[in-house]
């Protein structure tokens, strides 16, 4: 069973500062997908940034970017110029090929501080 | 932009009652999947749903759970006899294919049993 781990439950970083996030996951599958969500306190899940596995160049979207090693299998998310709605629970996720679930870390609380 | 939507927002009832969530999932998406997530827990995989079937289910999704599609355009998750451990708040998710690779969630409905 595939298991994420997310070790850092909260993190405070400054407004305009870059931030990492740290994910580590266990699978036995060769091609999967690796998500970012951001809960803000209104609660609903909002896909930040998305990672197939076989491709090796690391995705980006505007100020998100992830780190993504493969043979580690880590998936740390870079928050660079953090913004004050950045604030909110991120939760690393994977889901392996076909229609599966999705399999969620247990997320990390982060405050941008103005 | 198409939206997943899900009511009531917020649910209350008495231990032992049944409830019934509703979703809509967007459109022209084939597969739906339950979530839930207890305050200050991860989000945990309840059923996924292709078909008019359940496709997979976890261990959390015991005899006192039902999905259906009933009208082709509302996707229901059910508790039977509701225990004060269900209290959650509760995600719907959709897919488009199983070619692709983001589910989008809803809002959420908190569920508070008393």
């Known amino acids: 069973a595939q298991t994420v781990t997310q070790s850092q439950p909260e993190m405070s970083v400054q407004e305009a500062e870059t931030v990492t996030l740290s994910c580590t996951y266990d699978?036995?599958?060769?091609?999967?997908?690796l998500f970012w969500y951001k809960q803000p306190p209104s609660r609903q899940m909002i896909l930040v940034i998305r990672?197939?596995?076989?491709?090796?160049q690391n995705a980006t979207e505007n100020r998100f970017s992830v780190n993504f090693q493969k043979a580690a299998k880590s998936f740390s998310l870079k928050i660079s110029d953090s913004q004050l709605g950045d604030t909110a629970m991120y939760f690393c996720?994977?889901?392996?090929?076909?229609?599966?679930?999705?399999?969620f870390g247990q997320g990390t609380r982060l405050t941008i501080n103005p | 932009e198409p939206e997943v939507t899900q009511t009531p927002s917020h649910q209350v009832t008495q231990m032992g009652q049944e409830v019934i969530l509703r979703c809509v999932p967007i459109?022209?998406?084939?597969?739906f999947y339950w979530y839930r997530q207890i305050l200050g827990q991860k989000v945990e995989f309840l059923v996924s749903f292709y078909n008019n079937e359940i496709s997979e289910k976890s261990e959390i999704f015991d005899d006192q759970f039902s999905v259906e599609r009933p009208d082709g355009s509302n996707f229901t998750l059910k508790i039977r006899s509701t225990k004060l451990e269900d209290s959650a708040m509760y995600f719907c998710?959709?897919?488009?294919?199983?070619?692709?690779?983001?589910?989008?969630f809803g809002p959420g409905t908190r569920l508070t049993v008393l």
């Open positions: 459109s022209n998406h084939l597969y």
């Open positions: 996720a994977f889901r392996g090929q076909g229609a599966q679930k999705l399999v």
């Open positions: 699978t036995s599958e060769s091609n999967y997908y």
């Open positions: 998710a959709s897919l488009p294919t199983v070619s692709t690779d983001t589910q989008y």
């Open positions: 990672q197939e596995a076989y491709k090796q």
